[in-house]
């Protein structure tokens, strides 16, 4: 919780804020995890006032309003990552297998099956991402038009080659190349999931989900005889077993649970492996009401903001969009000064409950002698700097909230920052629920694996430079013969003629005597045998 909140105010601080802080508060939680929301405040507002205390320039003077700091979880809303959305990023990343790692890779088949990476780099991703799937296509073609039209060297035509126009045609090469591959990626991405679309038959599924996400049908009343459609679709083929399992946690969400027998029954028929059910149960401890005993006093759950008007939602001409994500109307709430404090109290509510009833975006970080009074502002225009709304989701965000943040950005002029652990997709979601109920060794979460350290190496000590060693007494016979070598004499005069074998004769001590007779037996040997040659001649020649 404490490393949680030290990432929480970096980036308040890399920000420049140091904002006001609210957490999200359940009514009548059931879930042991509902205090979640409400401690991790308290440790980031601690942590804000410490590090303000010790660094006095903080928070820099601007002219910026007040930020402010939302914190809440999973909990604010479990349809979000359940329901599908049909915008492009969010549907992308629902239907297609991209290649998510540290960056988000697609292999498409028309590029000879090259990864191409999605990133924010790409202006046509950046522009086009939040835009309807139905809208996308028809974008994406007249783009594509007026791109070749901004090209015409590259076009198809009779004019004879000349040099100039060569050389105009390799100067725009890469970029029209680039430009090229990037339109061929999404052309052929938004293909691809129109084609699973279909064959998914996702257009029948969404109509219902929407149903049961937003308790009204198309016409804006409630609905009527949901389970038939429920039990239709889970008897349909062509629906995935994914999608079912969905599509049954969605109703026992709208029905506010069901008895385990029935539960059990729509298991069955939706032939879903049994571990499926553990997704199911383990739903209920994060709040959501999946299962009810027999003549359950309990009452239903409520939404957060009512049931949206017929009015609010008549602009979105897809009634497979009706679904707006909780995190959205908490912002606009917030924005203007109506946000529940019972359901998202101050960390601080003795100081900054006045500001959050007059508006946030009314308060500056400047001091309160030189603000303007509050009767003096005007709304503020597009050339004043706006006031940042920072929100973290504890659990995980999903895409659909990510384009609200984007939305409500944009129509109140705001700058909203969402941060979260990391976002989720439908698949990855259900992974996760299921695993609640795995043992934790399992699991191998970060918080429990060792700590990783330095190699060993680096904190071994220097050896002990070694003691001198004393002299020791060495062998004589191991010596050179120095002294000998001196005590010998050459001299060419006065001294007796070198034997044959080289080996002086005037050498005096032991070594010079038994020289000197091994040279005069050698010498007296070589006499006697010219002796008995010269006697054995004379006796032939007799």
């Not at 601690?46 to 003077?61: R, T, V």
């Not at 040997?525 to 020649?541: A, I, L, Q, V, Y």
Request: glycine share 4%; hydrophobic share 30%.
């Amino acid at each position: 919780m404490e490393d949680l909140a030290q990432k929480i105010v970096a980036t308040c601080v890399s920000l420049g804020e140091y904002p006001t802080i609210r957490y999200y508060q359940p009514r009548n939680p059931s879930h042991e995890a509902s205090v979640l929301c409400s401690h991790l405040a308290r440790f980031v507002q601690m942590q804000l006032d410490q590090y303000a205390k010790y660094n006095h320039d903080f928070p820099p003077q601007s002219p910026r309003p007040r930020g402010l700091l939302i914190i809440t979880d999973r909990t604010l809303d479990l349809f979000a990552p359940l329901v599908h959305e049909f915008t492009y990023q969010a549907m992308i990343h629902d239907l297609l297998p991209l290649i998510e790692a540290d960056k988000v890779m697609y292999r498409s088949t028309e590029n000879q099956g090259k990864d191409q990476e999605i990133s924010e780099k790409d202006t046509i991703w950046v522009k086009y991402r939040h835009l309807h799937m139905k809208d996308l296509l028809d974008e994406l073609v007249k783009d594509f038009e007026a791109f070749k039209r901004q090209n015409p060297q590259f076009a198809n035509s009779d004019n004879p080659a000349t040099i100039n126009t060569i050389k105009d045609m390799l100067a725009g090469l890469p970029k029209y190349q680039e430009g090229k591959e990037a339109y061929s990626l999404h052309l052929s991405m938004t293909q691809d999931a129109m084609n699973v679309f279909q064959e998914q038959r996702l257009a029948d599924v969404a109509s219902v989900e929407q149903s049961l996400a937003t308790g009204l049908d198309e016409d804006y009343k409630k609905p009527k005889n949901v389970a038939d459609q429920v039990i239709r679709l889970l008897d349909d083929d062509a629906i995935q077993f994914p999608d079912r399992l969905r599509l049954i946690i969605q109703y026992l969400l709208y029905r506010d649970g069901l008895l385990p027998s029935d539960i059990q029954k729509l298991v069955a028929h939706a032939r879903l492996p049994t571990q499926d059910s553990e997704v199911i149960y383990n739903l209920e401890l994060l709040g959501g009401h999946t299962t009810r005993v027999l003549k359950d006093s309990r009452p239903n759950a409520q939404s957060l903001f009512g049931v949206k008007e017929a009015q609010a939602s008549i602009a979105n001409e897809s009634g497979l969009s009706r679904f707006e994500p909780t995190l959205k109307a908490v912002l606009e709430e917030c924005s203007r000064g109506t946000l529940d404090q019972s359901l998202f109290p101050f960390t601080k509510p003795h100081l900054d409950a006045a500001d959050g009833l007059m508006g946030q975006e009314q308060v500056s970080q400047t001091s309160l002698r030189s603000a303007k009074p509050t009767w003096a502002r005007t709304r503020p225009s597009n050339t004043e700097p706006r006031q940042r709304m920072i929100v973290f989701m504890a659990g995980g965000a999903t895409y659909s909230e990510s384009r609200s943040c984007y939305e409500v950005s944009q129509a109140l002029n705001k700058d909203v920052y969402l941060t979260s652990s990391h976002l989720l997709t439908p698949s990855l979601f259900l992974r996760q629920v299921g695993d609640l109920s795995v043992d934790r060794r399992r699991l191998g979460l970060p918080v429990d694996r060792p700590k990783p350290r330095a190699p060993e190496h680096l904190f071994e000590k220097d050896m002990p430079p070694l003691p001198p060693q004393p002299p020791s007494q060495k062998d004589p016979r191991l010596q050179p013969p120095s002294g000998d070598m001196q005590r010998l004499q050459v001299s060419d005069e006065g001294t007796q003629s070198r034997p044959p074998n080289g080996r002086p004769q005037d050498l005096k001590g032991p070594q010079s005597q038994s020289s000197s007779s091994l040279s005069s037996r050698l010498t007296k040997t070589s006499k006697d045998g010219e002796k008995k040659k010269k006697h054995h001649f004379f006796s032939s020649k007799k």
